[in-house]
């Protein structure tokens, strides 16, 4: 696929296709009931997947600008479409399901209880990854039917809204608190990007290339000065009002 095609739903319930190279739109689709959640392009196919209020996914075909087909199994919204193949999908949704799908037969063929509430999907070696309410993501194997992998809790709990595929073998995970956070395959933290400080009260020299911040939270920012990599210091019970380094910026208090 040429990566040029960018796909936009609004709450009126139409789905807009545009090429982003010439700046014009080449599709509309009408039909979705509500507003529109969730678009996903299929990788190999000329379709487009969509989910709306109705709760229903959607699979809209770019060659012959009309509906395909119209799947239905979730009982809550469908937050997170992935491939497989080319005619396997997987579908989560906030009913705590995952459901595997056979596209050339628009069914499903297998449901996965998560126990869950779910915001996003991503695939790794062939495994779905989920992210969700618990902030714990989670790797699934639809063979065995089964949860095979887990990320070690973080110091702090981070309840995730959103995770995509970036790069070979890595993600990229959203949390509610505005945080994007880049893992690799075995789910070890390589970045943090702090998308919200709230209130900084006080900020010091760090070690290095370092920043240090406290933002009327109970935790500790050390921002990279060049990348904003971030990395979070946890102990305090109650709002952090003050920081201060030593010279050489090795010890933090």
Avoid at 92 to 108: F, P
Avoid at 135 to 146: A, E, V
Wanted: proline letters at 2%; a negative charge.
């Amino acid at each position: 696929q040429s990566h040029t095609l960018l796909a936009s739903g609004s709450t009126s319930g139409i789905i807009r296709v545009w090429d982003t190279e010439n700046g014009y739109c080449t599709h509309q689709f009408k039909g979705s009931r509500g507003v529109v959640t969730l678009l996903v392009f299929h990788p190999k196919r000329l379709h487009l997947f969509s989910s709306s209020d109705d709760l229903q996914i959607r699979v809209w075909s770019l060659e012959e600008s009309s509906l395909l087909m119209t799947l239905n199994s979730h009982v809550s919204p469908v937050t997170g479409i992935v491939f497989l193949r080319d005619d396997t999908m997987v579908s989560a949704g906030r009913d705590k399901v995952l459901n595997q799908w056979d596209l050339d037969e628009g069914r499903v063929k297998v449901t996965l209880p998560v126990f869950e509430t779910l915001e996003g999907l991503a695939v790794i070696n062939d495994l779905v990854v989920t992210c969700g309410d618990k902030g714990i993501l989670r790797k699934w194997d639809f063979k065995k039917q089964s949860c095979v992998g887990e990320q070690e809790p973080l110091p702090l709990k981070r309840e995730y809204v959103q995770i995509m595929n970036f790069e070979q073998s890595k993600m990229i995970a959203v949390t509610f608190d505005q945080n994007v956070m880049i893992f690799d395959n075995n789910f070890k933290l390589e970045k943090n990007l702090i998308g919200f400080n709230d209130e900084i009260i006080d900020v010091k020299r760090g070690f290095g290339d370092h920043i240090v911040m406290a933002t009327n939270s109970e935790q500790i920012r050390l921002v990279h000065k060049d990348t904003l990599a971030t990395t979070i210091l946890t102990g305090h019970t109650s709002t952090i009002l003050a920081v201060d380094t030593t010279c050489d910026g090795e010890i933090l208090a």
